[in-house]
């Protein structure tokens, strides 16, 4: 459903990105792994449209989206949850999940949503009149994720889900994930944590300094010395 053929991008005369290609499939989960700094989240924004490539072409369920912008790409149904959850920290929990549903007009899918996104996290129903900028962390990425939701997206893009929060938080929010994958939506998934990332993906892709150097199904990744050495430390 999302091809990426061939992908470079730059920030001013320093290019980061070097002949990115990645594929998503429909129904499936995919890992983008690599170290800080390797281009992860520049290869995520670009899918997203907020940094326009230098080079190369993105296409989702075959139509070209490289140059379109975020809100048309988000209509389409690709929705990202940002690295550092990027929150309205003055708004409420319910304001800021609404704001995921700016693009939509049909009330009845909208209440539906937001009913669903309450039913995977309880704890945002609590606090849904709560004020975003006084949630923990894990709260925090509840709200994103729940924000991200709210557009009804066919595919998640997840910048660093785990990035700060306790191991047992990141296992229940990755339970969350799995219950957003078998309602029928991809994910593309961006950690730095690999083992979380490669239990949980069907495939994966490693990034070095702006280039894939390394794909394939996970549980083969998982296995790979190069991975195990250097990003499992075994
Ligand atoms: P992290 O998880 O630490 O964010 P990452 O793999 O997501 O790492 P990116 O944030 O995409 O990596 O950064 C890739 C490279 O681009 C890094 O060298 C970074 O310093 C640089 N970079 C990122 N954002 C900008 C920017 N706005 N302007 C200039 N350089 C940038």
Not at 109 to 136: C, M, W
Not at 166 to 184: F, K, T, W
Request: glycine content about 10%; hydrophobic content about 40%.
């Amino acid at each position: 459903m999302l091809e990426i053929r061939a992908i470079e991008v730059a920030y001013g005369d320093i290019q980061v990105l070097w002949g990115i290609n990645l594929e998503v499939h429909q129904g499936e989960i995919v890992s983008i792994i690599g170290s800080n700094g390797a281009g992860k989240s520049t290869l995520i924004r670009t899918i997203s449209g907020l940094i326009r490539p230098l080079r190369g072409d993105i296409f989702y369920r075959g139509t070209m989206i490289t140059h379109q912008p975020p809100s048309e790409i988000v209509m389409r149904g690709i929705s990202q949850v940002p690295e550092g959850r990027k929150l309205f920290s003055g708004m409420t929990v319910q304001e800021n999940l609404m704001m995921g549903s700016y693009c939509r007009n049909n009330r009845q899918e909208i209440e539906e949503d937001l009913n669903f996104v309450y039913h995977l996290f309880p704890r945002l129903a609590e606090r849904r009149k709560q004020i975003a900028g006084t949630l923990s962390g894990g709260e925090q990425q509840m709200s994103a994720i729940g924000r991200a939701l709210m557009s009804r997206p066919q595919l998640l893009l997840i910048d660093e889900l785990s990035l700060g929060l306790s191991p047992l938080l990141v296992d229940n929010l990755m339970e969350a994930i799995g219950q957003v994958h078998r309602r029928g939506t991809s994910i593309l998934l961006v950690e730095q944590d690999v083992q979380i990332a490669l239990e949980h993906a069907h495939r994966g892709y490693v990034l070095e300094t702006g280039r894939i150097v390394l794909s394939g199904l996970s549980k083969d990744l998982l296995e790979n010395p190069e991975v195990r050495r250097s990003y499992l430390g075994i």
